[in-house]
């Protein structure tokens, strides 16, 4: 039957083989008894396993559909990797605090002169307006274009949606 006799000796205290006398067993009975053994075995596993079976296999389907879905979207471009998201933002920041940093240097002669707080808090505003405009026409192509021909270590896309895209 291709089990040892450890295990006839287990299988015969649990009542599934019938012992004639002392390691004599009758054969055909035997035989009868382990493959009822086994097919019970059998029923029991396959219950569990066809109440679990549909489910596991739709998560399965969905999971390699949103893969695909994600890959397809990355490959045209409506995603970006996070790593690319990554570099642009700090570019993006870069830029911008250097731009914030500037101000005081290009509002400080121009309103030096002026008594006026009116007049001062236009000419800071229009600054910060300048500096936070040149930001929303912020191009992130050229930010993706160069980190993409470097080396970045991955090709996993991340979702990030279009609308929240950097381009």
């Known amino acids: 039957m291709g089990i040892t006799k450890a295990r006839v000796e287990q299988l015969a205290k649990a009542g599934v083989l019938n012992r004639a006398s002392r390691g004599k067993y009758p054969l055909e009975e035997c035989i009868q008894g382990y493959i009822a053994y086994r097919e019970e075995l059998t029923k029991k596993s396959e219950n569990v396993s066809a109440a679990d079976y549909e489910k596991h296999r739709a998560r399965l389907y969905k999971a390699r559909a949103d893969k695909a879905e ?23 920041l870069a830029s911008f605090r250097a731009k914030a940093l500037a101000i005081p240097n290009i509002c400080a002669p121009r309103v030096a002169d002026i008594m006026d707080a009116h ?3 236009d000419v800071l505003t229009e600054a910060v307006h300048d500096a936070l405009t040149e930001m929303g026409g912020y191009d992130a192509t050229e930010v993706v274009r160069r980190f993409r ?15 929240e895209s950097v381009e």
Do not use: N, W
């Open 70 to 92: 994600i890959e397809a979207k990355a490959f045209s471009g409506e995603f970006h990797h996070a790593d690319e998201v990554a570099a642009v933002m700090g570019e993006m």
């Open 119 to 121: 007049v001062c808090q």
């Open 149 to 163: 021909g470097s080396d970045r270590g991955g090709d996993e896309p991340t979702a990030v949606a279009d609308s």
